[in-house]
Nanobody
C-alpha cells in the first residue's frame, strides 16, 4: 500500500519561501506521475504542479515562475519549492500519485497524503 507523507508547511509572510516534501513508501515511484494539489476553505482541491517519469512537467498558471517541482528518486521524495508566496497561496497542500500519464486532473490521482498547511500572511 502506498503511503505519502507531506511536511514543510507553515506560516510565512508574503514574498517568502517554503519547501514542501513528500516522502513515499510502499512502492518505488520513480516511474510514476506525481503531483501537488492544494485546497483552501470553501474551494475545490486544485492542481498545483506535477510531473511524469516520461518528462511531462506542468504548473498551474497561478504558480508558474514561482513554484518548482522536483524529485529525488533515491529518497523516494517529491519536492515543491515555493517562492514569492502570496496570501492567495494559503491552503492545505497535498501530494498525490497519479495512475495515468501526466495529468492535472484530480481524478487521475489515486493515492493522497494527509496534507500540510501553508499560511501566507499579508
Amino acid at each position: 500500500q502506498v503511503r505519502l507523507v507531506e511536511s514543510g508547511g507553515g506560516l510565512v509572510q508574503a514574498g517568502g519561501s517554503l519547501r514542501l516534501s513528500c516522502v513515499a513508501s510502499g512502492r518505488t515511484f520513480s516511474r510514476d506521475t506525481m503531483g501537488w494539489f492544494r485546497q483552501s476553505p470553501g474551494k475545490e482541491r486544485e492542481f498545483v504542479a506535477g510531473f511524469s517519469w516520461s518528462g511531462w512537467i506542468y504548473y498551474a498558471d497561478s504558480v508558474k515562475g514561482r513554484f518548482t517541482i522536483s524529485r529525488d528518486n533515491d529518497k523516494n521524495t517529491v519536492i515543491l519549492q515555493m517562492k514569492g508566496l502570496k496570501p492567495e497561496d494559503t491552503a492545505v497542500y497535498y501530494c498525490a500519485r497519479g495512475i495515468h500519464g501526466g495529468s492535472s486532473r484530480r481524478i487521475d490521482y489515486a493515492d493522497w497524503g494527509q496534507g500540510t498547511q501553508v499560511t501566507v500572511s499579508s
